[in-house]
């Protein structure tokens, strides 16, 4: 009997450890399976870049006057960003770091119109390696070809009655309606960037103003553009609607959709937040809880890790972002602690010998204007021809002292320099350090030392000169032509 029993028992082990491994097999197929989807069904990664509007003019950043209605829709179904940045107000360095995931000294592009480093894998790269096709719609500013070699790309097109290209929807539409890959498109539009409509009779009392403007209520030039821009801003909500109307027919809910603008136009070439803070909203339904906000910072160089991250990939320890990804996923954590900024003023058509530098917390930014009146003695070489342009930098902007340093809590606008106020002489100790050392790893053309004031130029002095005259500045004829290689910094990728 006993025998028996334990014959039973072996029996009844036996199928017990049969059904154990049936259960296994179940689980290791799923898992198999879920793995298999997690590498089809990575989602379509969408940003759309408008061009050179400021944060202060969207309806859900507070501006109740001015038509952003595409815009107040992604925030209301997705995530409001209120510390987004840039680190450098100006196109193609502020595109560049979206692509880069770097910030423009280390990437290279640091002046406007110039190149991003010959041996830098930007998203083009990144994002095919993860199994992604590339692709940019809409407006460039970014080079050289080798850098950014996009899977598919379309130029702007030309419309009637208006002052900036379109878009191209066509091509959009069409590559949504057969994409077979997942994808990473990123929608550059023209708007908007002047030249702005033409908007008759316009009135001050349609403008919103903010501490930075207040003073041009009566300036009639001013609000007639400012209208216009307006106008402007109003068009690309019309583009935005019908990108949005295409992804909601033709993708499903699996697709990220980012909304921003590369810089703000009020304080362009600038660091400060009128020009460094950005608009960014996030759409993302399978994820994103509608009608959310993020306060951490965040920063354009934070995309890219971003984007390889959701791609389930993880981005170079050489990239200077990091993934905000939690936050997108209603984790509420530290990013960054700091962001940085850059300014470089040669190369525009008022080009001008002052570089700044920047860096900031929540609360607290400190500012380093190089070329400051206060300085610019000791910054002389000795060389008239160029202490010319460093003395003529130095006096364009004279008003801008040395060191800048603003609670932005109590400040948002940047008017109250605190530099100088002695309850705060330790938070300006720290906040110098760190940028300090944040430029030395950036390898920085600048460092600490007064008296080191380059004059960047590009390789074979091709592209820009400080002593040539450009339409908006005259030099005089003794300086003309008089700059050589001894008396300039060559950057040599540019």
Not at 216 to 235: H, T
Request: contains cysteine; neutral net charge.
């Amino acid at each position: 009997m006993l025998e028996k029993r334990s014959l039973f028992e072996m029996f009844l082990a036996l199928i017990f450890l049969s059904l154990i491994g049936c259960k296994d097999q179940q689980k290791e197929g799923l898992v198999q399976k879920h793995h298999n989807l997690s590498e089809t069904e990575k989602p379509n990664l969408i940003f759309y870049l408008a061009d050179d509007q400021d944060v202060y003019d969207y309806g859900c950043y507070g501006n109740e006057k001015v038509h952003t209605a595409a815009v107040d829709r992604l925030a209301k179904e997705g995530m409001l960003f209120n510390n987004a940045f840039t680190a450098q107000a100006i196109c193609a360095p502020s595109r560049s770091q979206l692509f880069t995931g770097k910030y423009p000294l280390k990437n290279g592009c640091f002046a406007n119109h110039t190149a991003t480093r010959p041996d830098i894998k930007s998203v083009t790269t990144q994002m095919k390696n993860l199994g992604y096709q590339v692709v940019l719609a809409g407006k460039s500013h970014v080079k050289p070809e080798g850098v950014y070699q996009w899977d598919r790309e379309w130029e702007p097109v030309p419309k009637k009655d208006v002052p900036r290209d379109y878009i191209p929807l066509d091509s959009i539409e069409a590559y949504f309606k057969t994409s077979k890959k997942p994808f990473c498109m990123f929608i550059t539009s023209k708007y908007p960037h002047g030249k702005y409509f033409d908007v008759e009779n316009p009135n001050a009392d349609d403008i919103k103003f903010y501490p930075f403007n207040e003073h041009k209520k009566n300036d009639k030039a001013y609000v007639k553009a400012k209208a216009g821009y307006y106008r402007s801003i109003e068009e690309d909500n019309t583009q935005i609607e019908k990108v949005l109307d295409l992804v909601d027919t033709y993708l499903d809910d699996n697709t990220l959709f980012i909304y921003s603008a590369d810089h703000g136009v009020s304080g362009k070439f600038t660091v400060k937040d009128i020009g460094l803070k950005v608009p960014f909203v996030a759409r993302w339904p399978k994820v994103i809880k509608p009608g959310s906000t993020s306060n951490q910072l965040i920063h354009y160089t934070d995309v890219l890790p971003t984007f390889m991250a959701i791609a389930e990939g993880k981005s170079p320890s050489n990239m200077d972002g990091n993934s905000f990804l939690p936050l997108l996923q209603g984790q509420d954590v530290e990013i960054n602690k700091y962001v940085y900024g850059v300014r470089t003023n040669q190369n525009i058509l008022n080009s001008e010998v002052f570089p700044s530098r920047m860096i900031r917390d929540k609360r607290y930014k400190y500012i380093r204007n190089f070329n400051s009146i206060e300085v610019v003695g000791q910054n002389l070489t000795g060389k008239a021809n160029v202490d010319y342009f460093i003395k003529r930098g130095a006096n364009a902007h004279k008003n801008e002292p040395l060191e800048e340093l603003y609670d932005l809590q109590n400040d948002p606008f940047e008017q109250n320099n605190l530099a100088q106020n002695p309850e705060l002489q330790s938070v300006k100790a720290k906040l110098k350090q760190d940028l300090f050392s944040w430029m030395k790893s950036q390898e920085d053309i600048l460092d600490e030392t007064i008296g080191n004031m380059p004059i960047i130029t590009p390789k074979g002095n091709k592209g820009f000169k400080l002593d040539q005259d450009t339409p908006r500045r005259k030099i005089p004829d003794s300086i003309k032509n008089t700059l050589t290689v001894n008396d300039v910094t060559i950057i040599e990728h540019w």
